[in-house]
């Protein structure tokens, strides 16, 4: 089956630490994203990447580190320098190619910082 | 960073119509316009997307007026299941690198048996 995968499902962390989200995509996407979700709020963009090797900031990637050496793959950073942390993560992919990007979402992380 | 506006609610009840808007004044030539539908602790699910005029596909249907500053999901016929929110999203990536997108607040949907 094609889409998106993301691990784990629940990541717990202790204040100060660094912790890294998995997205792994089978879609043959070029564009990949990362959004945070906090509790009754709707989507900002972290970071995205066009293509492997680049990528940009979105409206809030400040405490965000991520990287894209594959295609398939676009891994989250969540630095200690983010202040507020706790929050749902989701990452998603697109053909940024067509005028249309429609961008397809995996089931998300919920980062808990204890 | 321009917005979009959505209900924040709403409320019917099994097998009727549901008409959700979605305000965007600020669109752009190249945006199209997107619904997403999503669960507690899911990852937003893709519904329909479309230009303007309208757009069926088998779950739902999109009016967009000609100025294209609002679009309507409309849901033929909804059971519990389709409690949900649903998001509107207008987002262009652009050759040169840079982007824009306007993510709808959401609007939650509550059905009643």
């Known amino acids: 089956d094609g889409g998106i995968t993301q691990s784990p499902k629940y990541l717990f962390r202790k204040e100060g630490q660094n912790v890294t989200l998995s997205c792994e995509q089978n879609l043959n996407h070029d564009a990949m994203y990362w959004y945070r979700q906090d509790p009754g709020q709707g989507l900002r963009l972290i970071y995205y990447?066009?293509?492997?090797?680049?990528?940009q900031k979105g409206d809030i990637a400040e405490g965000y580190s991520v990287s894209r050496e594959k295609k398939e793959s676009f891994p989250l950073t969540v630095t200690s320098a983010q202040k507020n942390p706790t929050a749902f993560y989701l990452c998603a992919s697109s053909i940024w190619w067509e005028t249309k990007d429609t961008q397809y979402f995996g089931p998300g992380t919920r980062l808990t910082v204890l | 960073l321009a917005k979009t506006t959505q209900p924040i609610s709403m409320d019917s009840y099994e097998g009727q119509e549901v008409n959700i808007t979605c305000s965007h004044n600020n669109i752009a030539t190249n945006d199209y316009i997107t619904w997403y539908q999503q669960f507690p602790s899911q990852g937003p699910r893709f519904i329909i997307q479309?230009?303007?005029t309208k757009v069926t596909n088998e779950v739902a249907s999109l009016f967009i007026p000609a100025d294209r500053k609002s679009s309507t999901l409309s849901l033929p016929r909804v059971s519990l299941s389709d409690t949900a929110v649903y998001y509107c999203l207008l987002f262009t990536l652009f050759t040169s690198g840079t982007y824009k997108y306007i993510f709808g607040t959401g609007t939650r949907l509550k059905v009643l048996a």
């Open positions: 479309g230009y303007k």
């Open positions: 990447s066009q293509i492997v090797n680049d990528f």
